[in-house]
């Protein structure tokens, strides 16, 4: 699979990360957490504030781009969507359509 800018598994799962600002290598608020992980993020990889700001970062990235949302992302990877982090928001129900084709064609 190819590496894709805006893939926040992939971010989260080469940390952890650390920064040398000690006000971004403090643990981050209960809040931003929690809405991170309503926006589909794991809770497990946030352990620190400068961690948080990047997730944030790609979110925001992502949004202004018109990108698919996590969850939407990874319900594409799931179907076998060569780059499912770069799908735009308004295509993943065409896409899913395609790939539902694609697998009863093989079958």
Known sequence: MALAPYDI????ALGPYHFYNPTLDAAP???SVETLVKLGVPRWPLTNKGTVNE????LDAR???????VPQARLLRDR?????WA??????????LR?????????
């Open 9 to 12: 598994d992939r971010f989260l």
């Open 29 to 31: 608020t209960v809040e």
């Open 55 to 58: 997730v944030f970062a790609i």
């Open 63 to 69: 949004r202004s781009r018109g990108l698919a949302s």
């Open 80 to 84: 076998g969507h060569p780059r499912p």
């Open 87 to 96: 799908v735009l928001f308004s295509e993943v129900g065409s896409e899913l």
């Open 99 to 107: 790939l539902r084709r694609e697998k009863e064609k093989k079958l």
